[in-house]
């Protein structure tokens, strides 16, 4: 009996801290967010650039080919595999409507990057009242650039996405969390954005052992 009610208590706080009064502010300023950019992807037809439309315009194009990539598609400046694109070709075989594949595109691709938030904040160590909290400041417009290119034009979500896996993964890796026992490649998006998560990381690791090596030295 003792031992049932101690994993009850434990579960019981555990519902206390996820559910806490500004983690559920935190839930109701994401899912308003949410709404609010899918019904403005939805009916915001005009907004799109050429650089929006070309994503869906590959994405349509990936999905008739059944294919990742395609020779068919002369890329811009990188040869990007894991990009939005995935999100949309998949989504086409489903639906013919340009708008809904782009609107519901988009907010897959928002609940992945308030996931990976949440997950980077909990290796981080964080307090789990916070947590969802913090994360609703990723999706909420505070700024026209921020939302015209990241939540309505959904550029670099992905890579954010894996950004924020990659740092939780390594804090979980310093923190020996067994969750992490599996590999993040985030390569897949370009090999700029790859050499600038792992230069810096690394880049970090050094900076702070010199540091330490020379305090040690001045003392």
């Not at 609703?136 to 959904?154: D, H, R």
């Amino acid at each position: 009996m003792a031992i049932r009610e101690r994993k009850v208590n434990q579960k019981n706080r555990v519902l206390d801290e996820w559910f806490s009064v500004q983690n559920m502010v935190g839930i109701v300023c994401v899912a308003l967010s949410l709404i609010w950019i899918f019904y403005y992807n939805m009916n915001k037809e005009g907004l799109l650039s050429s650089d929006m439309s070309s994503e869906l315009v590959l994405a349509n194009l990936l999905s008739k080919e059944n294919a990742l990539l395609s020779n068919k598609w002369i890329y811009s400046t990188e040869l990007r595999v894991v990009n939005t694109q995935v999100v949309y070709s998949i989504l086409f075989h489903f639906f013919s409507d340009w708008s809904l594949v782009r609107a519901l595109g988009n907010l897959i691709m928002l609940i992945g990057l308030v996931i990976s938030g949440c997950f980077m904040l909990y290796m981080v160590g964080i307090n789990k009242k916070n947590i969802l909290f913090t994360v609703s400041f990723l999706i909420m417009p505070f700024s026209a650039y921020q939302y015209l290119i990241i939540l309505v034009g959904a550029y670099y979500i992905p890579h954010l996405t894996i950004s924020f896996l990659i740092v939780g993964c390594f804090y979980g890796i310093i923190n020996k969390k067994p969750i992490t026992n599996i590999c993040f490649a985030g390569g897949g998006i370009s090999l700029r954005c790859s050499r600038t998560w792992w230069n810096t990381i690394f880049s970090n690791r050094i900076y702070s052992i010199i540091g330490c090596m020379y305090m040690g030295m001045a003392y």
